[in-house]
Each structure stands twice: as structure tokens, then as C-alpha cells.
């Protein structure tokens, strides 16, 4: 069996400081700029404050990984170095990487310091995998969220590399590194920038009747009745209405959060290293009450007890949870 280290998300310091206390074997996070897929205005960390959080997780027994993980545009590759060289100066455990520019850079000047590949990569075949091994020196990949557990059970025995995979948070449909949809109308890439929906470009506006219509650029995204709990407006979940579906329907994914919790030992059985938990934009309780929770379900099966899984549906988005392709494939 592995290790099953629990990977926990961590979007300010307060967070991550909750994170470890809970139990995080160990904690993701950026710098205060694009170098990072969750580039939202009150997230992240300053240098100063990634060092501080070094400190306090290492003192407790955690790791910390910095997430670099979108893709520099032309002429701007010097601020994923200065983040590099930033994160292996601070001392953090190993850089999650997307670009194969940034892992270049980092396996030549930084060869101390693991590198992890990114979901953003979208690297799910046993060729793709041995490439990022073989020429940058990759310890670890991170899963998309279509594989099977039949297939990653199969993929392990292909590649020479740790496997971390999503077991809690954004269901993540959409190819993953590819996400062009929010660029589209903001004009800021997801995978460039590292956001998606800007909050600068977000409106809500109320209607005669009691609805509330989000906007994203000036483009209805959805629209709520008066008893409807408003959700933030990204494209890839909102409904909209069509010549089939006059009433708006969701296009592309519905809101709901992956929550694998049943399939933690069959995980492991398949030889997965890591689990990881979806949320770095997420409050500092959901980040305490999810992290509690699969500390103590993880803790369970070393232990060779049966998991005892806390109830995280209030805490899911939507209110709703799936297994998704992990079991079986059932596309829409």
C-alpha cells in the first residue's frame, strides 16, 4: 500500500496555517501573481509570508508546495523564474509545474527541489507522463479527473513517477490546461493569468420579478430565482437557454463537487501516493472541516479499520456530489 499522503489547499496564510493543524500531510500554494492558477485578488502569498508559512509547517512535521503552474505568454518568462528562484530560496518541497519552459528551468537551476506535474499539464497517458520523468526529472503527476480507477491502476504500472490524484472539490470536467472559455470574454486566461471569471468582470443584477441574473463582460452566465442560492458566474456552469431547452439548461457542467471518499482503498490499491483536496478560494472552515475529515478517514485505513467519513455535502458546491468518471465514464 502507499503512503497516501493528504495534499491540502492553502490560499492565504491563516489557511494554511488551519490546513496543518488539521492534519495536512502537506499544503499547496502561490505567490501573489499569475505564476499561479488561482491569481484572485485576496489570495496567495507574499515571499515574506510564503517563509513564514515554511517555518510553521515544517516545525509541525508538513510540506509545502508552490504552485507554478500556468503557462508564461511571450516575453513575460522572467516572472515564473523570479517565482522559482523565490520558492527555492524559501526552502519549499517541491514546485507543481505546468509549462515545459518552467520545468526546464527549474530542473537545471534548481535540481534539489522535486517537481510535481500539474493537472494543468493534462498528461494522463503513460507516454505523456514518461516524457515530463525523463527530460525534467517529474517525481510526481497529478491525475486529470477522467481516469477510472481500472485505469489508474493500469497507468502505474507504466510510469516511473509518484501519482497524486483529486478526491474532494472542483468536479473539473473541462480539459483540463486548456480552459479557453473565461478568456473568451475577460480577455485574461486561466491558464495564463490564473483566473478565471476576474471579479472585475462579475455583476449581479436583480430583476423586477425578485431573480438575480449573474454576468460575466456583460454576458448573462445564469440566472436565479428568488429562492435560489446565487452561485459566482463562470461559463463552464452556467445555464443557458438553447432552441431545445428554451427554459436554460447547464451546456457543459452542472455544480457539483468531486467527493471520492468511498473509494479511498480502492485508491490505494491502485497505487495512488497522494490524495489530494480541491480549494485554495475556499474559507478557512471548509478548509479545517475537509482536511479534519479525510485526515481521519485516511488515518482509518492505514490503521486497517474501516473509514468513518464525515457528511461534507454542505460543504460541496451545489449542495451536490459525485463520483464522477472514476468509477465509470458517463458522459452526458
Known amino acids: 500500500m502507499s503512503l497516501a499522503e493528504l495534499i491540502c489547499p492553502a490560499g492565504t496564510p491563516a489557511a494554511l496555517r488551519t490546513a496543518v493543524d488539521a492534519g495536512a500531510d502537506a499544503v499547496y500554494c502561490g505567490f501573489q501573481d499569475a505564476t499561479n492558477a488561482r491569481n484572485f485578488p485576496g489570495l496567495n502569498f507574499t515571499p515574506d509570508e510564503l517563509q513564514d508559512a515554511v517555518v510553521y509547517a515544517h516545525m509541525r512535521g508538513a510540506k509545502v508546495l508552490l504552485a507554478l503552474n500556468t503557462y508564461p505568454p511571450a516575453g513575460r518568462v522572467d516572472l515564473w523564474r523570479e517565482a522559482a528562484d523565490a520558492g527555492a530560496r524559501i526552502g519549499v518541497d517541491a514546485f507543481i509545474v505546468a509549462d515545459m519552459g518552467v520545468a526546464d528551468y527549474i530542473a537545471r537551476t534548481h535540481p534539489q527541489v ?48 509518484e501519482i497524486e490524484t483529486f478526491i474532494f472539490g472542483n468536479h473539473g470536467l473541462m480539459v483540463e490546461g486548456r480552459c479557453s472559455l473565461t478568456n473568451y470574454l475577460t480577455g485574461q486566461s486561466t491558464n495564463m493569468d490564473g483566473v478565471c471569471s476576474p471579479a472585475s468582470d462579475v455583476e449581479y443584477v436583480r430583476g423586477a420579478d425578485g431573480s438575480l441574473s449573474s454576468q460575466l463582460a456583460g454576458f448573462t452566465i445564469d440566472r436565479f430565482g428568488a429562492d435560489e442560492k446565487a452561485g459566482y458566474p463562470t461559463i463552464c456552469k452556467g445555464r443557458y437557454a438553447a432552441p431545445h431547452r428554451p427554459e436554460g439548461y447547464y451546456a457543459f457542467e452542472e455544480p457539483v463537487s468531486l467527493n471520492l471518499s468511498r473509494l479511498l482503498p480502492e485508491l490505494i490499491e491502485a497505487g495512488v501516493h497522494a490524495f489530494k483536496i480541491e480549494g485554495r478560494q475556499r474559507s478557512k472552515s471548509y478548509v479545517r ?24 455535502v454542505a460543504l460541496t458546491e451545489g449542495q451536490k456530489q459525485t463520483q464522477g468518471a472514476f468509477e465509470t465514464k458517463k458522459w452526458r
Open 114 to 161: 522535486r517537481l510535481h506535474l500539474s493537472v494543468q499539464a493534462a498528461a494522463s497517458s503513460p507516454e505523456a507522463i514518461r516524457y515530463y520523468c525523463d527530460n525534467f526529472g517529474v517525481k510526481r503527476v497529478v491525475l486529470p479527473r477522467i481516469l477510472t480507477i481500472a485505469e489508474i491502476r493500469e497507468l502505474r504500472k507504466e510510469i516511473p513517477c
Open 289 to 312: 472541516n475537509v482536511v479534519a475529515a479525510f485526515r481521519a478517514a485516511v488515518d482509518d485505513i492505514r490503521a486497517g479499520r474501516e473509514a468513518n467519513i464525515a457528511d461534507l
